[in-house]
């Protein structure tokens, strides 16, 4: 089956820095990537999602980019700030009827 | 528009009774799907299902654990004599037919087993 590694598991910025969260997958027939931020005690919220046809999408203060020879993908989010403390996750299609999730990036931003 | 919604949100129950939580999907989808989150972990799928019909159960265990989605009313997911492994928070997410790219997640349910 699909394997998603999730790197760093734990993140501390500085308010306005930059955050930088990785993702690994393996099935190279995957297409479709999204991030999930899931805040304490609530479900996870699709955030931003990219597909195999374009490398980067972008989206206020944040952005995907993907490489597909590589078989990884990143989150990014520029001038962090303390509402942006929460679990990223990363997700990979295992099927048609699964998602793959990786194990979860706690972003903690300091203000 | 409400969004997905899971009763109960947080659930106790001692070891060797029956859990059951449900999952109202999001109007207009008619696609649910099961995960299971432990604590510092991602999710875990468990089971696709569609109105009356179970299209993927690869990630629920073999025994005690059980869902359905009825032509009417909510997608249940049912554990039979709960042990302390099952403390977990159970996540609920739908989406039309056109599948996972469209899904959107419950608030999920918190099951304690005492």
């Known amino acids: 089956g699909e394997n998603v590694e999730q790197h760093p598991s734990t993140l501390s910025v500085q308010e306005g820095d930059s955050a930088v969260i990785k993702c690994t997958y393996s099935?190279?027939?995957?297409?479709?990537f999204p991030w999930y931020k899931q805040e304490l005690g609530k479900g996870p919220q699709l955030i931003i999602d990219?597909?195999?046809?374009?490398g980067e999408k972008k989206d206020q203060r944040i952005a995907v980019t993907l490489n597909k020879t590589a078989k990884h993908f990143s989150l990014h989010i520029t001038e962090t700030q303390p509402e942006d403390s929460a679990v990223y996750f990363c997700a990979v299609p295992a099927g048609y009827s699964t998602l793959t999730f990786g194990k979860g990036t706690m972003l903690l931003v300091s203000p | 528009n409400a969004g997905v919604m899971q009763n109960p949100r947080h659930l106790v129950r001692r070891r060797g009774q029956e859990a059951r939580l449900r999952c109202s999907p999001m109007k207009g989808h008619s696609h649910v799907y099961w995960y299971r989150q432990l604590p510092e972990e991602g999710l875990k799928f468990m089971v696709y299902?569609?109105?009356?019909?179970?299209?993927?159960e690869s990630g629920m265990p073999k025994e005690r654990f059980s869902a359905e989605f009825p032509k009417e009313g909510p997608s249940i997911l049912r554990i039979q004599q709960v042990v302390r492994g099952d403390s977990a928070a159970y996540f609920c997410a739908s989406s039309p037919p056109t599948g996972l790219t469209e899904a959107f997640f419950g608030q999920g349910t918190r099951l304690t087993v005492v």
């Open positions: 099935d190279s027939a995957s297409n479709y």
């Open positions: 299902l569609q109105k009356e019909n179970i299209i993927d």
């Open positions: 990219i597909r195999s046809n374009v």
